[in-house]
């Protein structure tokens, strides 16, 4: 993948409207947050769509737990 | 071949307007939450009426200003879910509530939201094979039958509507069609206990008080079949009318979600001022949605006669179609 970790992880927090900036870290187990919402899993497969052009789905979601495991996935399915 | 055009276009929105602010009160979300989550700020949901008195009301729009159409209708499709018997088909109810002539063909059409470009390709078989001269196409669907009322996503998306379109042969050329269907997908958007499977027992009807069944939505999963299909759905649907983007008027899609609406807009490229979206007022009406779209894009002058349109159609079945109309 063209992006590394750390701008992956920026520019989808940038994604996640209402996120507080720094909340999203590469090991951040991101469908734990207190913030976290069905709203911010759509965000998650159209950022991911629009941007990688790989489409996720639901159990893709449930089976990343850290923002790290994403960018793997994604990364994975780019290749 | 001769293709198809739409002459008259009317619709219904029953009285009770629901707000963000009595969802915010009931449910106790904010009015914000619930507006960035669906785009909708109202929707309407029927008291006492039924699903033949939303198509009603839209045909009568059209009929009572244009009293001689009533003469000329020689097919009537009803598209939706929520069909008043198991027998006869409620489009025969309405034939005679509308004072149509008796050699009237007349069909019911169980679908959701491709219901509208499917029963379009219904109508272009019918007048491309001189079946039909002049047909009156309606759709309503009462989705708030089936939503239960403790579930938000669903209450705060989805309207109960009835649209009315007068259908007849135009001598251009061209107006092909793309369809899609997935039965793998059935479950994503599904009204379980409402048909000859496992129907309401007493149990079940003490339990939630939903005789007609309870919708169930796999939001994400809808979500992600869109975007996997659409794109590429509309992109076939240029190519087979070899219509360019730059020929296009405007873009009306089902008006699923404002969100996934907007997703699909940037995905296509598809400029602001090309792209049809009126969800915030309305919400998803199912089969109704496109009708409505372009009739309010007809009265706000962002489509005039003349135009081409991309009308596509997509979600519960898994189903999905297109087609490009001159308006």
């Known amino acids: 993948m063209k992006i590394e970790i750390e701008e992956f992880t920026r520019q989808l927090e940038e994604e996640l409207e209402g996120m507080k900036p720094g909340t999203l870290q590469p090991e951040t187990v991101y469908h734990e947050l207190d913030s976290w919402n069905s709203m911010y899993a759509l965000?998650?497969?159209?950022?991911?769509?629009?941007?990688?052009?790989?489409?996720?789905?639901?159990?893709?979601?449930?089976n990343t737990k850290t923002v790290r495991q994403l960018y793997d996935l994604v990364a994975s399915r780019t290749n | 071949m001769g293709t198809l055009t739409i002459s008259h276009l009317a619709y219904h929105l029953p009285d009770k307007k629901i707000s963000n602010l009595e969802l915010q009160q009931r449910f106790s979300v904010p009015e914000s939450q619930i507006f960035r989550q669906t785009g909708v700020k109202t929707r309407f949901h029927v008291e006492g009426e039924l699903m033949s008195n939303l198509a009603e009301k839209a045909a009568r729009k059209i009929l009572d200003i244009n009293p001689s159409l009533a003469s000329e209708i020689d097919a009537l499709i009803l598209v939706g879910h929520g069909f008043e018997y198991q027998g006869p088909i409620t489009a025969a109810l309405l034939q005679h509530r509308l004072g149509l002539k008796k050699d009237c063909l007349a069909l019911d059409l169980p679908q959701g939201c491709s219901g509208y470009i499917n029963a379009l390709a219904v109508c272009k078989g019918l007048l491309s094979g001189d079946l039909a001269g002049c047909i009156l196409?309606?759709?309503?669907?009462?989705?708030?039958?089936?939503?239960?009322?403790?579930?938000l996503e669903l209450l705060s998306l989805f309207s109960d509507s009835g649209t009315?379109?007068?259908?007849?042969?135009?001598?251009?050329?061209?107006?092909?069609?793309?369809?899609?269907?997935?039965?793998?997908?059935?479950?994503?958007?599904?009204?379980?206990?409402?048909?000859?499977?496992?129907?309401?027992?007493?149990?079940?009807?003490?339990?939630?008080?939903?005789?007609?069944?309870?919708?169930?939505?796999?939001g994400s999963a809808i979500f992600t079949f869109a975007l996997k299909t659409v794109p590429k759905m509309i992109e076939e649907v240029l190519m087979k009318n070899?219509?360019?983007?730059?020929?296009?008027?405007?873009?009306?899609?089902?008006?699923?979600?404002?969100?996934?609406?907007?997703?699909?807009?940037?995905?296509?490229?598809?400029?602001?001022?090309?792209?049809?979206?009126?969800?915030?007022?309305?919400?998803?009406?199912?089969?109704?949605?496109?009708?409505i779209a372009l009739k309010q894009a007809a009265d706000s002058g962002r489509l005039n006669r003349g135009m081409k349109v991309v009308l596509a159609g997509f979600g519960i079945g898994l189903s999905w179609g297109a087609t490009i109309v001159k308006y």
């Open chain 2, 137 to 151: 196409l309606l759709t309503a669907d009462t989705p708030s039958f089936a939503i239960s009322s403790d579930n």
């Open chain 2, 242 to 291: 070899n219509v360019k983007d730059d020929d296009i008027g405007l873009y009306v899609f089902h008006q699923a979600n404002s969100f996934l609406l907007e997703s699909l807009r940037k995905k296509m490229k598809i400029p602001h001022e090309k792209f049809f979206n009126d969800i915030t007022e309305v919400g998803n009406t199912v089969s109704s949605s496109i009708p």
């Open chain 1, 43 to 62: 965000l998650v497969i159209a950022f991911v769509d629009s941007n990688f052009n790989v489409q996720l789905n639901a159990q893709d979601l449930k």
């Open chain 2, 164 to 218: 009315a379109s007068v259908i007849r042969k135009s001598d251009e050329e061209g107006h092909k069609f793309v369809f899609g269907t997935d039965g793998s997908g059935s479950e994503f958007l599904m009204v379980k206990r409402s048909g000859t499977v496992h129907p309401p027992d007493v149990e079940w009807l003490q339990e939630t008080n939903m005789p007609h069944g309870k919708m169930q939505m796999d």
